[in-house]
């Protein structure tokens, strides 16, 4: 003859046993609040994300030759700059950056270029660059300005750099920072110097 057997029925849990993980549950969540709070006001104080700065110390003039063409009115020039600047990160975590280059304008037009590779700056660093702009005579073959500065005695240039990266807050927050040179300066043609240099800088996040 079969029997049926019943299903048991669970015991409740002790009244002491449900407060004791009920407790357990609050204190799980009262650490990740506190840490979740932690991080928000680290993130908002002390790494707070800070503008990279880029600095041009000094621009020399390395070489300078030119001709004149009277007959057509023409000037043919051979400049080179040495830019020496400095990029400076403010930010307790390191800065990465990507390729960029230096610009050489004249007039507004860019007649020459030099590659920044890309690298990284540690916290609170400071990376030195030594750039070399060549002038690129073939670019200004169309310019008309050109023949009339250099009878002057005076040529207008500048110089332009853009360094775009990242900084990791804490490995969980990626910000993008942009950092701008740009100087304005000119050539004495007769006593090949650099004179009138201003520069102007700006950053954003």
């Known amino acids: 003859m079969d029997v049926e057997s019943s299903p048991s029925k669970r ?3 002790p ?15 009262a650490v990740i609040l506190a840490v979740v709070l932690l991080i928000v006001i680290l993130g908002l104080t002390v790494f707070k994300a800070k503008r990279a700065v880029t600095t041009v110390n000094s621009v020399a003039l390395k070489d300078f030759q030119f001709s004149l063409d009277i007959a057509r009115l023409r000037a043919y020039l051979n400049v080179t700059l040495d830019v020496n600047l400095s990029v400076k990160n403010p930010n307790k975590v390191g800065f990465k950056f990507t390729n ?11 007649v020459g270029e030099a590659p920044i590779p890309a690298g990284k700056i540690s916290a609170d660093g400071t990376l030195p660059m030594n750039l070399t ?7 200004l073959l169309s310019t008309s300005n ?14 332009y750099t853009r360094i775009s990266g990242k900084v990791y807050i804490m490995k969980l927050f990626k910000i993008h920072v942009v950092s701008y040179t740009s100087c304005d300066l000119t050539i004495d043609v007769m006593s090949r110097t650099v004179g009138n240099q201003t520069c102007h800088y700006k950053t954003k996040l």
């Open 11 to 13: 015991r409740p849990l």
């Open 15 to 29: 009244h002491h046993t449900r407060k004791r993980r009920r407790n357990i549950c609050f204190a799980v969540i």
């Open 100 to 110: 960029s280059s230096a610009l050489l304008k004249y007039r507004g037009q860019v």
């Open 133 to 139: 702009l060549t002038l690129l005579a073939d670019r």
């Open 146 to 159: 050109v023949y009339s500065d250099v009878i002057s005695g005076t040529l207008p240039l500048s110089t």
